[in-house]
């Protein structure tokens, strides 16, 4: 049974920085591509950041490009993303996913597994 546990998530002002994680067990996931995806209330879930286990077919939309950072740590079978110069706007519930091949993909409809989510709130 696939299981993605994010972790990380906190209150920070703007400008700051935080680090999230996901935890993923289950099955090897080698030929799976691991997205961060984020829903604010009452906005549709938005594709951040993606990437391939072995750190390949990297992919963050204009909005977070420059800002954030995803990386793996096939040891330790953990996706992080790190979040710099935080905006008031990056606030929302942040949710690791997880999908079969090794393509690109912002579409959070074609995403297999999710995480529960943790929140990230960054006050001015």
């Known amino acids: 049974q696939v299981q993605l546990v994010e972790s990380g998530g906190g209150l920070v002002q703007t400008g700051g920085s935080l680090r999230l994680s996901c935890a993923a067990s289950?099955?090897?996931?080698?030929?799976?591509?691991m997205g961060w995806f984020r829903q604010a209330p009452g906005k549709e879930r938005e594709f951040v950041a993606g990437i391939t286990w072995s750190g390949g077919s990297i992919d963050y939309p204009s909005s977070v490009d420059g800002r954030f950072t995803i990386s793996t740590d096939n040891a330790k079978n953990t996706v992080y993303l790190q979040m710099n110069s935080l905006k008031s706007e990056d606030t929302a519930v942040y949710y690791c996913a997880a999908k079969t091949g090794v393509y690109f993909q912002r579409d959070y409809r074609m995403y297999h597994y999710w995480g529960q989510g943790t929140q990230v709130t960054v006050s001015s």
């Open positions: 289950g099955r090897t996931f080698d030929n799976y591509y």
